[in-house]
């Protein structure tokens, strides 16, 4: 079935440092790949998506790659600050219509 | 912000009972998405609504249900609650109904059932 792998699970670096979240994704016809950020208590927050005629975006510190022959795709967050501390999920469109399959989570810390 | 709402914020039922979540669409936005995310998971996908019709469901009995009205806000319907469904129940807010389309969510409404 359709399923997204997200990795690593959890995630600490310092500030200033560089974050990478990786997901992988198994439906070879999806062709659209949000990144939500949820801080604790409120709303999957959309920060950067891309469309899969497109290999690399980038927002300024944020960016995301995608490999479609290989099924992967990652996010990159350059000169990490504390208020980046929060849980992202990436996420694949699935084959019906608007579905969304999202990955499990990737708890990231920043510490100051 | 996004201009998707939610309502109530938080629930609280008891099992068997049957409970209606609401949310309202972003002005210019005429598709809705319904998930539920547990407690530590990501979100799955219940089911999407496009123009008053279900376009799209996910892996849920059928005890969960929905409908979309003519200004595009929508509801979700749960019968015969049970424990396992306590969780956060999000809607998602976006144009077309197609393939590609950015979802933006509401703040959703935490569930509780005892």
């Known amino acids: 079935g359709e399923n997204v792998e997200q990795h690593p699970s959890t995630l600490s670096v310092q500030e200033g440092d560089s974050a990478v979240i990786k997901c992988t994704y198994s439906?070879?016809?999806?062709?659209?790949f949000p990144w939500y950020k949820q801080e604790l208590g409120k709303r999957p927050q959309l920060i950067i998506d891309?469309?899969?005629?497109?290999g690399e975006k980038k927002d300024q510190r944020i960016a995301v790659t995608l490999n479609k022959t290989a099924k992967h795709f990652s996010l990159h967050i350059t000169e990490t600050q504390p208020e980046d501390s929060a849980v992202y999920f990436c996420?694949?469109?699935?084959?019906?219509?608007?579905?969304?399959?999202f990955g499990q989570g990737t708890e990231l810390s920043v510490k100051p | 912000e996004t201009g998707v709402t939610q309502s109530p914020t938080h629930l609280i039922k008891t099992r068997g009972q049957q409970v209606t979540l609401r949310c309202s669409s972003q002005?210019?936005?005429?598709?809705v998405s319904w998930y539920q995310q547990a407690l530590g998971q990501g979100p799955q996908f219940i089911f999407q609504?496009?123009?008053?019709?279900?376009?799209g469901r996910g892996n849920f009995p059928p005890r969960f249900s929905g409908l979309q009205f003519p200004n595009y806000s929508s509801e979700l319907n749960v019968n015969a609650l049970e424990l396992d469904d306590s969780a956060l129940y999000l809607c998602?807010?976006?144009f077309g109904g197609g393939i590609q389309e950015t979802q933006y969510f509401g703040p959703g409404t935490r569930l509780l059932v005892l």
């Open positions: 439906d070879s016809a999806s062709n659209y």
């Open positions: 996420a694949a469109r699935g084959n019906q219509g608007g579905k969304l399959i």
């Open positions: 998602a807010s976006s």
């Open positions: 891309i469309r899969s005629n497109v």
């Open positions: 002005s210019g936005h005429n598709t």
């Open positions: 609504y496009y123009r008053e019709e279900e376009n």
